[in-house]
């Protein structure tokens, strides 16, 4: 499968110390403008949005993570998720550019259940290192701010397939499902909810 417009792991529907710090409210991307020129207007919290707490589903995915990357790609994840649902895979790798410098990336794949979704539905938690603009991240959207952070939002008909937001030089973006099961609240909601693990510095190895 293509990834970004160059190749990169299969999805599944293809189917460390740190600490938690709001991160929809500190990231550093303050001052991106929407396609119009205006700032990006802030998205208010809908009263229900389908979501649930489960901070532990996401940091623990994080924490699988992190062993395998550095403190300069810090991984973001949920901590607010569909009712029925799990991380089921994890993993970091590497992709190229066009121009062929690599660049280091996770994916963090949410498997929705099967009480009210469809089998076999899920969703990408994805973040690349060092790559501001990638591809997927040219498509027509919107910008919305929550906290200090603004989010770019594609629609796709009355529905969000996708949201993206850059930190520090790298991107990130959360992919709906294929059939885009989540509502937009649900997708913005899992957004509002982000939380950053800022992986520890890989060990050197000791030469003999």
């Known amino acids: 499968r293509e990834l970004l417009g160059v190749s990169g792991p299969p999805d599944s529907a293809d189917k460390s110390s740190g600490t938690g710090t709001g991160a929809a409210a500190t990231g550093s991307d303050q001052t991106k403008q929407s396609r119009t020129g205006r700032k990006a207007p802030r998205a208010a919290a809908p009263r229900d949005d389908g979501l649930i707490d489960n901070p532990d589903a996401g940091a623990t995915a994080a924490k699988r993570i992190a062993k395998h990357t550095g403190p300069s790609l810090p991984i973001y994840y949920p901590t607010r998720i569909p009712e029925i649902a799990a991380f089921a895979t994890q993993r970091a790798y590497h992709l190229r550019d066009q121009d062929k410098k690599t660049h280091a990336a996770y994916v963090m794949v949410l498997q929705l259940g099967v009480g ?53 030089g790298n991107s990130y973006w959360i992919n709906n499902t294929l059939v885009n099961t989540l509502t937009g609240d649900q997708m913005l909601g899992m957004a509002r909810s982000l939380e950053i693990k800022v992986p520890n510095p890989k060990k050197q190895k000791k030469s003999k």
Not at 142 to 151: A, E, P
Request: charged letters at 25%.
């Open 116 to 168: 009210g979704y469809p089998v076999e539905d899920y969703v990408n938690f994805q973040g690349v290192r060092g790559w501001e603009d990638p591809p997927i991240l040219a498509a027509e959207h919107s910008d919305v701010k929550i906290g200090s952070t603004t989010f770019s939002v594609y629609p796709d008909g009355d529905r969000v397939s996708m949201v993206s937001w850059t930190a520090d």
